[in-house]
């Protein structure tokens, strides 16, 4: 029985008749079958194009082969320059072809077609390359867009695009306003506003920031060429395009003095303040540790790092962590900080009794009516005297406790401190002031590499009262804390 080598070659030719690997294999088994050849090897290149030079593994496998005869989707599949003709031509097989049937390369006719249809396609390759770089040559001289990929707030023909111009002029003007970009990225992701489509993302990506600034940036919008110099570095040249200017140039030149100003970047960053920012410092080189963030497919992950980048906690693992242990110690009665007593002032001694006393009374009235020994409007009037009495004294205990009576976290005691650490108008700041003089200075082991790695608090080390860390240690885990809190 006679046999047949198939070949078959990927090609992403957009020609409707360039067949995947699997039909081409497919019908050229059929072609054998019909033909009653037996299959010997099946060779199959994944390289795009043939017209690139680069090395054909299969193809030359099937030249060492020495094939009895070739079968291929088209000659096109098999060859597409000359001189890889030619070494076809030497081996003397017959090359037959589903869509072009049997090209007989025993004669000269035959040897004759297949050198023309390979001329052909080498030229129409050539023309491509041509017509392209010569049509770009054009559009550049006219000034023409001849943009690869449609530029946020422009259609591809240079005019605009409204809904997205007008962002963009919105984004000026809060850059101008002070607004950060990261701020305005956010605004944009919130919105679901999209980056514009590719041909692998027709729906667009999300904003980052470095993409807003990018944008805000290009001379483009000003309606100036620009010469690309790669990683998305553009040199503006002094010609301005045919298409519509986005924003006026004095705007533009002012955001753009302001988003290339040195320090920007850095002012940015420093206001990434996390609760634990100017506690926490590294165990290897003493540094500070500060926020900062990765983002991995989508997902933004914060974490606190020495500038040298040797020790990195995620953020909120530590920020909760650290709450967690501040909380649990200002619960315990057991805990009696060192200024205990020292910053109460008679005032609060007394507006506590006194709000004791009040309660007391409210429950009294309470009992004395019951019992019949007040009449309903007595009861009342009473009861609406000594509520009004207790709040007014409860509030100024609390103003007191939370040192808006003058004073400092340092000079409160336990309850204070409680009272302190759960007033919400204090924010992350109070919070943070606290934790200094709770803990002092807070220095974390590297917990080595690799997000993997879990948080392990016994690699925490406090300034102060340093038998908080023993207490850390028993303290419920956080709950969003990566892996087992328990660390052990
Ligand atoms: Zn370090």
């Known amino acids: 029985m006679s046999t047949a080598t198939i070949y078959a070659r990927i090609s992403l030719d957009a020609t409707g008749e360039g067949a995947g690997v699997e039909r081409q294999e ?17 060779l199959v290149d994944n390289s795009i194009s043939a017209t690139s030079g680069k090395l054909r593994p299969a193809f030359e496998r099937l030249l060492e082969s020495k094939p009895e005869r070739i079968v291929c989707w088209h000659l096109d599949r098999l060859v597409r320059l000359t001189p890889e003709l030619e070494r076809v031509l030497e081996l003397s097989v017959d090359v037959h072809t589903v869509a ?46 001849f943009w690869v990929r449609r530029p946020f707030g422009y259609n591809m023909d240079g005019t605009l695009r409204e809904s997205e111009a007008a962002l963009l002029r919105r984004a000026y003007a809060q850059v101008l306003e002070g607004a950060s ?13 999209r980056t514009t489509e590719t041909r692998n993302k027709p729906e667009g990506g999300e904003f980052r920031p470095t993409t807003v600034r990018g944008l805000l940036i290009h001379p483009r919008n000003i309606g100036k060429l620009t010469r690309s110099e790669g990683g998305g570095v ?16 004095d705007t533009f030149r002012r955001v ?46 914060r974490y606190y790092c020495c500038t040298k980048r040797c020790n990195a906690w995620p953020r909120e693992w530590l920020d909760e962590h650290l709450s967690e242990t501040a909380l649990a110690l200002l619960s315990s009665p057991s805990f009696h900080p060192a200024s205990e007593g020292e910053g109460i002032t008679e005032e609060v001694h007394a507006a506590r009794a006194e709000v004791e006393r009040l309660r007391g009374l409210v429950g009294e009235l309470l009992e004395d009516r019951r019992e019949g020994l007040l009449t309903r409007e007595q009861w009342r009037t009473e009861q ?20 808006r009576g003058g004073l400092a976290v340092d000079k409160l005691d336990r309850e204070g401190m409680l009272a302190w650490w759960q007033d919400r108008e204090r924010g992350q700041d109070g919070r943070r002031e606290l934790l200094r003089h709770l803990f002092g200075a807070i220095t974390c082991a590297p917990r080595g590499r690799g997000s993997k790695a879990k948080p392990d608090r016994s690699l925490l080390a406090f300034e102060r009262n340093g038998w908080a860390n023993d207490l850390a240690l028993r303290i419920i885990t956080p709950s969003t804390g990566e892996g087992d809190p328990e660390g052990e």
């Open 100 to 145: 072009g049937g049997k090209l007989d390369l025993s004669n000269p006719a035959g040897r004759a077609v297949a050198r023309t249809v390979t001329a052909w396609a080498t030229y129409e390759t050539e023309q491509k390359g041509e017509r392209q770089r010569s049509a770009h040559e054009q559009r550049r001289r006219q000034g023409r867009p």
């Open 384 to 403: 609406a005297a000594t509520t009004a009495k207790l709040a007014e004294v409860e509030g100024k205990l609390e103003g007191l406790e939370r040192g």
């Open 26 to 42: 497919r019908e050229c088994r059929e072609l054998c079958e019909r033909s009653g050849w037996e299959v010997s090897e099946v």
């Open 181 to 193: 970009i990261a701020g305005i990225a956010r605004a944009w992701r919130e919105a679901g506003v």
């Open 234 to 249: 553009h040199t503006e040249l002094d010609t301005y395009g045919t298409w519509a200017p986005l924003v006026d140039e």
């Open 256 to 301: 753009e003095r302001e988003l290339t100003r040195p320090g920007r970047r850095q002012a940015a960053s420093t206001k990434r303040t996390g609760l634990l920012t100017g506690l926490l410092f590294c165990a290897s080189c003493d540094g500070a540790m500060r926020v900062f963030s990765q983002t991995q497919r989508g997902k933004t992950y």
